[in-house]
């Protein structure tokens, strides 16, 4: 298994400009979510999705869209760039995150945003 | 609002002490609370977890403590080898809305000294 995949690995955009992160992963993970991390700080919850079809809302969700047409994918799409987004992205999957047990949560390895 | 933090940002250790790293939390709900160690350029890896109904949780060369009382988790790393010199996160994993949540405190970076 490759776990939970992200491309790029790196990224330079210009204010205003559109871009999709990409995530995969192959483990038949039900519940998949995007962290954004900046310096000095841990990961904040942007959006998550607890199956395919169903996405919502994490703690810091403007500026960000997303969509889960397969359990596989979970694409995060920056509509309008800006330099408050440079970041590093993670993208995180786990088993179940509709049940009250916790699921351990597996990383992608991130990507590197910065908005000119 | 929730918020999880950490008393130290940074902690510096001789190779083969204990090092013992501290965090608080602030949500009476959260169900479980896990540490997470993250490596130069790659993603939080999972160390371990402790559920809400326990204090200890041992694992190989770690423990975690949990104080509901106080709220505040630690995390114990045994003989602490170059390896271990990371970011360590705690989180705490609360069921918000119908699905599960992670709250991220803000990393203590561990540096071992030879």
């Known amino acids: 298994n490759a776990g939970v995949t992200q491309t790029p690995k790196f990224q330079v955009l210009k204010t205003g400009q559109s871009m999709t992160l990409q995530c995969a992963q192959d483990m038949n993970h039900e519940y998949m979510s995007w962290y954004r991390q900046d310096p000095g700080m841990g990961l904040r919850l942007i959006h998550y999705s607890v199956g395919a079809g169903i996405t919502d809302q994490g703690e810091v969700p403007n500026g960000y869209n997303v969509s889960r047409s397969t359990t596989e994918d979970f694409p995060l799409r920056l509509l309008s760039a800006a330099p408050s987004q440079t970041s590093v992205y993670f993208c995180?999957?786990?088993?179940?995150?509709?049940?009250?047990?916790?699921?351990?949560?597996?990383f992608g390895p991130g990507t590197r945003l910065t908005v000119l | 609002g929730e918020s999880v933090g950490l008393h130290l940002p940074t902690l510096s250790v001789q190779e083969g002490d204990n090092s013992i790293i501290n965090c608080a939390y602030s949500n009476s709900a959260s169900d479980y609370f896990i540490w997470y160690k993250q490596e130069s350029g790659k993603g939080p890896q999972f160390i371990i977890d402790?559920?809400?109904?326990?204090d200890k949780r041992q694992g190989q060369r770690v423990t975690v403590l949990l104080n509901k009382t106080v709220k505040h988790l630690s995390l114990q790393i045994a003989a602490t080898q170059p390896g271990d010199s990371a970011v360590y996160f705690c989180?705490?994993?609360?069921?918000?809305?119908?699905?599960?949540?992670?709250?991220f405190g803000q990393g203590t970076r561990l540096t071992i000294n030879p």
């Open positions: 402790i559920r809400s109904n326990m």
């Open positions: 989180a705490e994993n609360a069921f918000i809305g119908g699905a599960q949540k992670l709250v």
């Open positions: 995180a999957s786990s088993y179940d995150g509709l049940t009250r047990s916790y699921n351990e949560q597996f």
